[in-house]
């Protein structure tokens, strides 16, 4: 009889732990499948990002020096599907403008679609941030023939309105023999309609022989002014680039045909990290705006500081001989700061 109690007791001891696990069980599937939600919904939500920037400069050219914040921008980023995804960064600087406001469309591994906003595919370096580029300030070519400081006129950050097919082809290893995009845009900047009938061709093929060398052709052909007023806005450009862990070396020729003023520019940057926070640099830079008249001609030399104290800090300082034809030569100091987040 004892034994015959002691079984039941124990059979009824694994019957009790039994219904609690399965009790905790179901009672804790309602709340993974709240985190599983709530997961699934954060993933969906924007990733925010942004920086602000700081400025300090003096020019021998006209004695002056000033402090300026000169961009503060916030970025959102988010992925609608494994293929779809999209950007909208916002300048609050003056008063805030849309810079960036696209989506993306992975049709395939080696072709995708990008509609809205953006920078031009033109040249190696005006995809840089300005917070990603190695000197404080665009090349002079980059300025004059690629949207920024336009010689039509234009000025728009490198962007404009339009849609652009791009990809990679040819995978070696971990990296690809080929990049392509080619785009047709308003050809009137960020923010604005076209004001003609025309549209404008951007594009550019890398060429990568090896995984950190970059040869590159672009061109943009295109017309600016208004209907009946059109004059012709050509742009051609080459270049090569290397870059690995610690060395950067890039280089670019650009020519332009802006109306019947044809110009040129070329540069060539070298930046060397010594240390993970420290990274000097140097660069020649030359620009003419008129081929057909030297004094139109200048020649800038920078050495430069690239100091980052912590990951989210930026310390940017550059020194330029500027050589200018029309002119006598002057003397440029920047200091730039950038806080991002």
Partial sequence: MKNLLLLFCFCTAIYTTKAQEDSVVTNSTPIESRVSTLEKIISKLPKISGFINMRYQYSSADDSHSFDIRRARVDFKGDLSSQLDYRLQIEFVNSPKILDAYIRYKIHPYIAVQAGEYKIPFSLENPYGPHTLETIENSMGISKLCNYSDLSGLSANGRDIGITLYGSLIKRGDYNLLDYAFGVFNGNGINLKDNNKNKDFSGILTLHPCKNLSLAGSCYLGKYGKQGEEKDRDRYGAGIKWQDKHLLIRSEYLYGKTGTLKSEGAYA?????????????????????????????????????????????????????????????????????????
């Fill in 269 to 341: 940057v070298v930046s060397y990290f010594v240390h993970s926070k420290i990274q000097p640099v140097v660069k020649f830079d030359y620009f003419q705006e008129d081929k057909s008249n030297s004094q139109t001609r200048e020649y800038d030399y920078l050495v430069g500081l690239n100091y980052y104290p912590i990951k989210a800090l930026r310390l940017v300082v550059n020194y330029t001989y500027k050589d200018v034809e029309a002119s006598k030569s002057s003397h440029l100091l920047a200091l730039q700061f950038f806080a991002m987040f």
